[in-house]
């Protein structure tokens, strides 16, 4: 049996000296304040601070959340990135920062559901909380849904990008946008004219942002299902995570029949939004990453109805 071969122990300072030589002091006199009734509260200063702002709040504050779909899973947990603001008048030097969090905190302890009544009650709350007329909640997060493969019916996950935006005003009452980004395949119309055989293709991003109408209720439909599908349907084939050799015949011949530039893409996707009576103005975005180039191609649509429909009639 070999010996264990031992090393001479290094003597260390104890932990207290350590912290001292790396600059460690001991705690100094304390004068100032501990309880929060008799501390200062500078942000709630009151003078002439020149100027109204716009927004102040905390962005990229990450949040387990719980988020309902009507594809499955039906529920799933997953991490929400929220941004919080007011506005406030040059009369207030500041906000108070730490209502957002309490706010949020407050929420998930009955268990934040993202939707849009959830998230409209959230927003007035925090105005009212803040002492301001407006306020505004912005939360990011990744949807998954499953995908099966077209021949195989072998399931897996795939995902979205999901961005909901809810503005409050006392006067106004309340804006919401929602955005939807997701993955899919375009073939390359020319390149399938101009070559004796095959085509080359691209995985394009979509991103559509829509302003929902007030009277929209989100219990009767699923606005992210209904944006995915405006984006897949219209592309050269959708995207799959599991696929088997008779699922990869099926897509490839799929894209092969439905060849898409990148303008093809906005504008078809586009021409779905506008039928959704649930949307009063939209845009579209297109990024493919050319397989042939080094560069990527990008398109886009903006279409306000309410505003074209007006000046058209």
């Keep these: 049996m070999d010996k264990i071969k031992s090393f001479p122990k290094k003597q260390l300072p104890n932990k207290i000296q350590r912290h001292k030589l790396f600059g460690s002091v001991q705690p100094g006199p304390r004068t100032k304040p501990s309880e929060k009734k008799e501390m200062a509260d500078l942000q709630n200063t009151k003078k002439d601070f020149l100027f109204d702002l716009d927004e102040v709040g ?46 949020l905190q407050s929420y998930y302890q009955k268990g934040f559901t993202v939707d849009l009544l959830t998230l409209k009650t959230f927003t007035k709350d925090l105005a009212d909380r803040l002492k301001q007329s407006d306020a505004e909640v912005e939360v990011s997060f990744p949807w998954f849904y499953e995908r099966k493969g077209p021949q195989s019916n072998l399931p897996g996950m795939n995902h979205a990008d999901i961005t909901l935006n809810v503005k409050y005003d006392d006067v106004k009452g309340y804006t919401i946008q929602a955005s939807l980004a997701s993955l899919i395949t375009t073939l390359c119309p ?15 991003l979509v991103k559509m942002t829509v302003s929902l109408a007030d009277d929209f209720d989100e219990r009767l439909l699923d606005w992210k299902e209904t944006l995915l599908e405006a984006a897949e349907s219209n592309a050269s084939s959708r995207l799959h995570p599991v696929l088997k050799r008779p699922d990869e015949k099926m897509v490839t011949e799929q894209a092969y029949e439905n060849p898409r530039f990148v303008e093809d893409m906005v504008r078809l996707v ?8 649930f949307v009063t103005k939209f845009s579209v975005k297109c990024r493919n990453e050319e397989s042939i180039h080094m560069h990527d191609a990008i398109a886009s649509v903006t279409y306000d109805k309410l505003q074209n429909e007006m000046n058209e009639g």
């Design 58 to 103: 905390i962005e990229n504050v990450k949040h387990p959340i719980t988020v309902k779909s009507s594809l499955v899973p039906n529920e799933q947990t997953t991490i929400g990135t929220f941004k919080f603001s007011s506005s406030i008048d040059k009369a207030s030097k500041g906000t108070n920062m730490s209502r957002f969090t309490e706010q």
């Design 190 to 204: 020319c390149s399938k004219e101009i070559s004796e055989y095959s085509a080359h293709n691209q995985r394009g």
């Design 270 to 277: 586009a021409a779905d939004i506008y039928e959704m009576p």
